[in-house]
């Protein structure tokens, strides 16, 4: 393992045990940085080589930084490391008393596209049983962050005590506090979900939308704009850097029932991200961090951002269903 310092933070500012595993994370990082922006003058990063667990495709880089983060975590006192790519958790320091669950390569769908992908983290105390330790609810997690490869590297990162920004310097590889105190603005007027879905969404949701697109004529009094990128990563940094509200709701169709982003990987560290910057995360209705996964690789349905939007969303799950239906039936997707 390299000594050099690829995250230059203030003292005290990373918990002692967690340093090493947040600079081989860090060194990794900044060279996928490099691999990314070369683009395909490195190769064909966006060719399909395989499926992981679940079925979906894997990317070239997506198992090349998969390798790099496992490789380069060894001797940080990481004992378990889950990862996206992954069927099973791997023992990497048999005496570490740490566990990193990761997806590598968030958003890989995008890279012929040229759009922000990132790579998701948590870290939580290491159990005596490797699948165990993540079947825990999030609120255990001890850090939890992404990497955004974009116009600008940047790393977010909470150690349980605020959100803290970081900037990769092309100068020296080495990433740099630009902001230690990262807030969600509460005035956003910007909502991100897939509209392609409308028809299998839950009325809930499609009230809400209902009422977002309904602009100042409806009963938001307000006009709302909507984002949608695909990539986690780059939806929740926008977030994280001016507000709105990020949906991934469950829906009807075959295998979305319990929504599609997986719980240990993206969104409980998204989750505890967002709810130390002064955000809320939630499952539609409960509190995020308080889920408990009932296998490796469980999905659920996620929606998080500034606190008044969220509450929002939960308060439409709240209603009765013949007060939702009643609702929606004085509305329609394109109707103002």
Not at 271 to 290: K, N
């Amino acid at each position: 393992m390299s000594t050099t310092r690829h995250l230059n933070a203030p003292d005290g500012m990373i918990p002692a045990p967690l340093n090493d595993a947040m600079q081989a994370l860090s060194r990794v990082a900044a060279e996928l940085s490099q691999t990314i922006a070369a683009g395909p003058l490195g190769g064909s990063l966006g060719a399909e080589v395989g499926s992981n667990t679940d079925g979906d495709s894997q990317k070239a880089l997506d198992v090349l930084a998969d390798d790099a983060f496992a490789a380069d975590l060894k001797g940080t006192g990481i004992r378990w490391y889950a990862s996206e790519e992954r069927d099973t958790v791997d023992e990497l320091d048999a005496d570490g008393d740490l566990a990193l669950a990761i997806d590598p390569l968030d958003g890989s769908s995008n890279i012929d596209a040229n759009v922000s992908i990132g790579t998701i983290f948590s870290i939580r105390p290491a159990g005596e049983e490797a699948e165990a330790t993540f079947l825990r609810p999030g609120h255990e997690q001890l850090a939890a962050g992404y990497y955004i490869y974009g116009p600008q590297t940047a790393l977010m990162v909470t150690f349980g005590a605020g959100v803290q920004m970081f900037i990769l310097d092309p100068r020296d590889h080495r990433f740099k506090l630009v902001d230690p105190a990262i807030r969600i603005s509460p005035t956003s007027k910007e909502f991100a979900i897939n509209a392609s879905n409308y028809r299998h969404w839950r009325k809930p949701i499609r009230a809400y939308i209902d009422d977002c697109l309904a602009g100042d004529q409806g009963p938001r009094e307000k006009n709302f704009n909507m984002r949608w990128v695909a990539s986690l990563v780059a939806e929740t940094h926008r977030i994280m850097s001016r507000g709105g509200v990020f949906l991934y709701p469950s829906d009807a169709r075959p295998g979305y029932e319990k929504g599609r982003l997986r719980m240990v990987y993206e969104c409980a560290p998204i989750a505890m991200l967002v709810e130390q910057a002064g955000g809320r995360a939630t499952e539609g209705s409960e509190r995020l961090l308080d889920q408990i996964p009932d296998s490796l690789h469980a999905r659920t349905p996620l929606v998080f951002g500034s606190t008044d939007k969220v509450d929002r969303v939960t308060a439409y799950h709240d209603l009765p269903d013949d007060e939702v239906s009643a609702l929606f039936g004085n509305r329609g997707l394109f109707r103002a």
